[in-house]
Structures are given as structure tokens and as C-alpha cells.
T-cell receptor, first 110, second 111 residues
Framework: NAGVTQTPKFRVLKTGQSMTLLCAQD?????MYWYRQDPGMGLRLIHY???????AKGEVPDGYNVSRLKKQNFLLGLESAAPSQTSVYFC?????????FGDGTRLSIL | TQLLEQSPQFLSIQEGENLTVYCNSS?????LQWYRQEPGEGPVLLVT?????EVKKLKRLTFQFGDARKDSSLHITAAQPGDTGLYLC???????????FGGGTRVLVKP
């Protein structure tokens, strides 16, 4: 029982490169989320999904896109990475009460 | 300015001492959750409080939701080194299952 799995765990990108962060959950949860965590700022919601095929913007969506083609997967894309996107990214899933988080992807943009 | 303000930002105490972490807002929340996060890992849910004035206990941890559902506190009795971590409060404003997090309180319990 893996819970929420994020890949990759670490990545270094150059400004302007693109990449996709993968999140998979095996708990059959309807809701999935992408947060970023920066020092002293807690976690800020980027995008979220309330079910397969649906996505919505969170608090800080600019520069990111998401897709939820399958219920168990939620993908976060950076089309043109910027240094301001250097952060730790967390995926979470929920069935309605309490979130289950992955262990994060540490992303550095040079 | 964050919707949820946590204080203090950092707390260092000796093993056996008590501590309280506060989570305050001017907004009303339908529910409030507390998480603990350790280095290199994601946050782990400790408790959810939903009723104004509610008090929940989890071993040496006591959680309270304010009467007006705008604030919460976490009290740890006789802290142990294993309590070290980043404590995060998170609120759901409209029962829409979309959490807003506070900035976190980093707790260090020294043996």
C-alpha cells in the first residue's frame, strides 16, 4: 500500500526547460492537489482536481498546468521553468476528510 | 499576509517542558486540521476539528478549536525529542475540501 507516490524526488532544471511532475495514488480518492512549499510560507495550492477529467486553479497557478486523465494520476507541468519556481512540490489526495501527502519533489531551477 | 497565521514561528524547549502553538485567522473555517512534517517527508495528519469549542486529545497532544471557528491551538504536555518537527495548521473555509495552510511552527525538543 504505497499511498501517494511522487516522481521524481529531485530534479535540477535550467531556466526555460520544461518538465512534468508525476503523482499517483492507490487509495481511490476523488480529490487530488498540487502544493508548493517555500520557507516560512507553509504550503500554497497550485492546482487541484475534484475528479477524473477535472482541474481547477488554486492560489498560485501561474506558470503551471495540470492534467487528470486517470483518477489515480495527477500531473503537474512546467512549460518554461523560471528560478521563482524553485521549491518543494507536494502532491496530496483526499476522500473528503484529511489529506494524504506524498514525500515531495525538490525542484531547483538554475 | 497569510489567511492563517501561526505563532511562534520557531520554538526550542527542553524535554519534559510543555508548549503551545497557535493558529489564528480573521476568517471562519468549517474545519481545521493539524499536520506534522519531518525533514524530507510530506505532512502527516494529526487531527481534524470541526465544531466550535471542540477539544481533541491525542496522547500528550491537545487540540482546541475556537468557539468562533477562527482559531486553534495545539498544546503538547511533557514534550519529547520525538515531537520535534514542523507543525502546520490548515483550514477549509467552505467544506469544499480545499485547504489553506498556515506558515508553520518549527518545534525543537532537546534531550
Amino acid at each position: 500500500n504505497a499511498g501517494v507516490t511522487q516522481t521524481p524526488k529531485f530534479r535540477v532544471l535550467k531556466t526555460g526547460q520544461s518538465m512534468t511532475l508525476l503523482c499517483a495514488q492507490d487509495m481511490n480518492h476523488e480529490y487530488m492537489y498540487w502544493y508548493r512549499q517555500d520557507p516560512g510560507m507553509g504550503l500554497r495550492l497550485i492546482h487541484y482536481s475534484v475528479g477524473e477529467g477535472t482541474t481547477a486553479k488554486g492560489e498560485v497557478p501561474d506558470g503551471y498546468n495540470v492534467s487528470r486523465l486517470k483518477k489515480q494520476n495527477f500531473l503537474l507541468g512546467l512549460e518554461s521553468a523560471a528560478p521563482s519556481q524553485t521549491s518543494v512540490y507536494f502532491c496530496a489526495s483526499s476522500h473528503g476528510t484529511g489529506f494524504n501527502f506524498g514525500d515531495g519533489t525538490r525542484l531547483s531551477i538554475l | 499576509t497569510q489567511l492563517l497565521e501561526q505563532s511562534p514561528q520557531f520554538l526550542s524547549i527542553q524535554e519534559g517542558e510543555n508548549l503551545t502553538v497557535y493558529c489564528n485567522s480573521s476568517s471562519v473555517f468549517s474545519s481545521l486540521q493539524w499536520y506534522r512534517q519531518e525533514p524530507g517527508e510530506g505532512p502527516v495528519l494529526l487531527v481534524t476539528v470541526v465544531t466550535g469549542g471542540e477539544v481533541k486529545k491525542l496522547k500528550r497532544l491537545t487540540f482546541q478549536f475556537g468557539d468562533a471557528r477562527k482559531d486553534s491551538s495545539l498544546h503538547i504536555t511533557a514534550a519529547q525529542p520525538g515531537d520535534t518537527g514542523l507543525y502546520l495548521c490548515a483550514g477549509d473555509k467552505a467544506a469544499g475540501n480545499k485547504l489553506t495552510f498556515g506558515g508553520g511552527t518549527r518545534v525543537l525538543v532537546k534531550p
